[in-house]
């Protein structure tokens, strides 16, 4: 059953990529955030943005309370749909589609599923190099616990910054 839904996520990557042609800033990103997921499990993640490739990477691990009840390590990959400022000031946002693991250690423990993150960006020096962002990503995670439940609704919820190499290649 895992194989299966792995496989369907991989579709609809691909199929999403088709679809929106996708498209991607051509500068090198990097940052961190802080996460919670249902407001309990707590951790920290290092973001990613390749430059010409239209994902964005998040690598990290849940330390406190984590959802399998012990330390996890999470990943995320996520495709921007829409990023549009917001007037002409220093405020931006973006809305996307993603998915998501977790691997838990405390039993052997994992989830995988489906997010939409939705983002409020601050541009703090108005030259786009130093971005603080608030997000949150409803994510429907069907597989969870390593058995599938279709029921299984998270609020996934970040705060964080990103620094932008303008022109990295």
Do not use: C
Request: net charge negative; charged share 10%.
């Amino acid at each position: 059953m895992k194989r299966v839904a792995v496989l369907i996520l991989l579709g609809l990557l691909v199929v999403s990529a088709d679809v929106f042609a996708l498209k991607s800033t051509p500068d090198f990103g990097i940052g961190a955030e802080l996460t919670t997921t249902n407001f309990s499990a707590v951790g920290a993640m290092l973001t990613v943005h390749i430059p010409n490739v239209p994902l964005f990477i998040g690598l990290g691990g849940n330390f406190a309370n984590g959802l399998s009840g012990g330390p996890e390590m999470t990943a995320t990959v996520d495709y921007w749909l829409l990023h549009n400022p917001i007037g002409t000031g220093y405020f931006s946002w973006y809305l996307g589609v993603g998915a998501y693991g977790v691997l838990g250690f405390n039993p052997t423990w994992t989830a995988l599923g489906v997010r939409v993150p939705i983002a409020l960006q601050i541009w703090p020096l108005n030259n786009e190099s130093l971005e603080l962002f608030l997000e949150v990503a409803p994510a429907w995670v069907p597989l969870y616990g390593g058995v599938f439940d279709p029921v299984q609704f998270q609020a996934q919820v970040a705060v964080g910054f990103r620094y932008w190499f303008e022109g990295a290649k």
